[in-house]
C-alpha cells in the first residue's frame, strides 16, 4: 500500500515526537534505575509537565528544523531555478541554534526568519548534543568528503526522517547523508541518516518494513565506511525473529549513543513489534543508553508504517506541539508544484 497520504506522513512526526517524549525522562537512567523509578516495566507512559504536556527534545526540534529546510529549499528551486538543498538546511540549522541561546551570525542575518521561530517551545532547552552545538558555532559546513570532526553521534540520524519523507529513493540516502554530515563527520554518524532516509522513502513507495530494511541494507553497501551501520543491521534483523527479552537483545546492538547503534535498535523494535506503536517505542526507550533517539528513530517508522490513526490517542494529543508537526507533515506532503508550497511560510533562502 502506497503510504503518500497524510495520515502516514502524520505518524511519521508524531510519532517520533512521541517516541522522543516518552524517552526523554529516562535519556540518562540506566535499566536498573528505569526499573527501579517506574516499576518492573519500566516506563510506560508518557510523563506530563507543568504545562500539561509531554516534552519533546533536540531530537524533535531539528526534525522540525530539518523539515523547514527542505521545504525552504524547495521555494528556492521554485522561484530561483536552482538551489543547494544543503546549503538551505544548514542555514535551518543555524536558526535552531539560534534558539538555544547563541548569538545570530553577522554574515547570515538574512537567514532568521520564519514561522518555527515563532513557537516559544522550540526555543527550549533540552539537552542538545554536543557535536551539533560545537559543529554548527564553528561557522564551518562539514561535508562527507571534507568532515568537520570525526563524530558518529547519533544527532544526524535522530534528525532524517523528513529527508525520507520529501526525497525519493537514491536522492533521499543522498541528501540524508549530506545534511548529517554538516555536523557529523564519521560515515557512521552520516550513513546511518542516508539509511534511515531510504528506509522511510522504501515504506511510503508500500513495501513491507522487512522488505524495506534490506533494500536499505542492499544500499548500504554501495558507499564507503558503511560496515559498521551494515553490521549492526543486519544483527537487529537477526535478533528481531529470535525471541530474545528485549533489553538483552539492545545491550548487544549498543546504547543508542552513536548513529549505527541508534537506526539499528529503532530497526529491532520497529521489526519486533511492527503491528503495534506503543510496544514498540516502550521497548525503544527502556535501556541504558540514549533513550530518546531510539524512541523518536522508532516512532518515525512505526508511526510511519501504521499510520496515525494507530498510535494511541491520548498519546498524540498529549506531546507537545502536535498541531506543528501535523503542519509540517502536510507540508511535506505537497505535490512538486508552485502552489503547493507556502511561499510565506518557507521562503528560499
Not at 523547514?68 to 543547494?84: D, V, Y
Not at 554536543?130 to 547519533?154: D, F, M, Y
Not at 549505527?260 to 513489534?273: G, M, N, P, R, T
Amino acid at each position: 500500500m502506497i503510504k503518500r497520504e497524510p495520515d502516514f506522513f502524520r505518524g511519521c512526526l508524531v510519532g517520533g515526537a512521541i517516541g522522543d517524549a516518552l524517552g526523554a525522562p529516562v535519556e540518562f537512567l540506566t535499566r536498573d534505575e528505569i526499573i527501579s523509578q517506574y516499576g518492573p516495566d519500566g516506563i510506560g507512559d508518557l510523563v506530563v509537565s507543568q504545562s500539561g504536556k509531554a516534552l519533546i527534545t533536540d531530537d524533535t526540534q531539528l526534525t522540525l528544523f530539518t523539515a523547514e529546510g527542505i521545504l525552504r529549499a524547495k521555494t528556492r528551486m521554485l522561484t530561483k531555478g536552482l538551489c543547494q538543498p544543503t546549503l538551505v538546511v544548514y542555514h535551518a540549522y543555524q536558526r535552531w541554534l539560534l534558539t538555544q541561546g547563541y548569538p545570530r551570525l553577522p554574515e547570515y542575518e538574512w537567514i532568521y526568519d520564519g514561522w518555527l521561530l515563532e513557537i516559544p517551545e522550540l526555543h527550549a532547552q533540552r539537552a542538545p548534543g554536543v557535536s551539533c552545538l560545537t559543529a554548527l558555532r564553528s561557522e564551518e559546513r562539514g561535508t562527507i568528503e571534507a568532515p568537520i570532526n570525526t563524530s558518529k553521534g547519533c544527532g544526524g540520524v535522530m534528525r532524517s526522517a523528513p529527508v525520507g519523507l520529501f526525497y525519493r529513493r537514491d536522492d533521499a540516502f543522498r541528501l540524508a547523508a549530506e545534511f548529517a554530515a554538516l555536523t557529523h563527520g564519521h560515515p557512521s554518524g552520516y550513513l546511518s541518516a542516508g539509511a534511515l532516509a531510504y528506509l522511510i522513502d522504501a515504506l511510503i513507495e508500500g513495501v513491507d518494513l522487512e522488505t524495506a530494511v534490506t533494500k536499505t541494507m542492499m544500499m548500504l553497501k554501495g558507499f564507503a565506511g558503511h560496515e559498521e551501520c551494515l553490521k549492526k543491521l543486519q544483527l537487529a534483523e537477526q535478533l528481531s525473529k529470535m525471541g530474545a527479552y528485549d533489553h538483552e537483545a539492545i545491550a548487544l546492538l549498543g546504547q543508542g549513543w552513536v548513529g549505527e547503534e541508534a537506526l539499528a535498535i529503532s530497526v529491532y523494535c520497529a521489526l519486533k513489534y511492527q503491528d503495534d506503536f506503543r510496544k514498540a517505542v516502550q521497548a525503544a526507550v527502556n535501556h541504558d543508553g540514549d533513550s530518546d533517539s531510539t524512541g523518536a528513530i522508532t516512532g518515525n517508522i512505526i508511526g510511519l508504517y501504521r499510520g496515525l490513526a494507530e498510535i494511541p490517542e491520548d498519546w498524540i494529543e498529549t506531546v507537545e506541539l502536535k498541531d506543528v508537526l501535523i503542519q509540517m507533515a502536510d507540508d511535506l506532503l505537497t505535490d512538486d508544484d508552485e502552489q503547493s508550497v507556502d511561499l510565506k511560510r518557507y521562503p528560499g533562502y
